[in-house]
């Protein structure tokens, strides 16, 4: 391949990838055509997109980019995933095709300058949760406590509230009440 088109696709890839700042390194070398096309399909459909790199051309585009970690798993055949709603969801989505796909290899990933080691490191990132899931979370935690609070000022009103109506029920019956000592 002649320097310019290297030169090219270098300046393709930069174009591409720049804004990227988190992705996953998928190696889909042994994955025949009818898995690929219906993983391809099923990322397609949640704005998961999967290119094809060539390492050393690679390694120069994110040179000086937050993808420059991931330059430590370009070797073999590779593939950069990115897209979706975060790089969790892409994580999510792979692990879960890696399942299915024997030869789907899971290389590494990259979030917010935190790299993620091969299989492992991948699988573990699909465990993290996504943004909204986070913000839910911490919605949650600083709404508990006000919850509690509702739940204690109510509980007592509806313990005497359910004695009332024992008591109510028992008259109704003709039975005696005893007094409580």
Excluded: C
């Excluded at 949640?46 to 937050?66: D, E, M, P, Q």
């Excluded at 990115?82 to 989505?93: I, K, L, M, P, Q």
């Excluded at 991948?122 to 709404?143: G, Y």
């Amino acid at each position: 391949m002649s320097k310019p088109i290297k030169e090219m696709i270098i300046a393709d890839y930069k174009r591409r990838f720049g804004a990227i700042d988190s992705a996953l390194l998928i190696d889909i070398r042994g994955v025949d055509a009818n898995e690929n096309n219906a993983l391809r399909l099923d990322l397609g459909a949640k704005n998961i997109r999967v290119t094809i790199v060539k390492n050393t051309l690679a390694r120069k585009a994110f040179a000086g980019s937050s993808l420059e970690p991931l330059n430590a798993a370009l070797r073999g055949p590779t593939a950069l995933a990115y897209g979706g709603e975060s790089v969790v969801d892409v994580a999510r989505a792979l692990v879960e095709w890696a399942r299915k796909i024997e030869h789907l290899q899971l290389k590494a990933a990259i979030l917010d300058g935190e790299y993620f080691e091969g299989e492992a490191g991948v699988k573990k990132l699909s465990q993290f949760p996504t943004k909204d899931e986070a913000q839910a979370r911490i919605v949650q935690l600083v709404l508990s406590p006000a919850a509690n609070v509702v739940g204690a000022a109510l509980s007592p009103g509806s313990n005497i509230l359910s004695i009332v109506k024992e008591i109510q029920n028992k008259l109704e019956e003709g039975e005696t009440i005893a007094k409580a000592g």
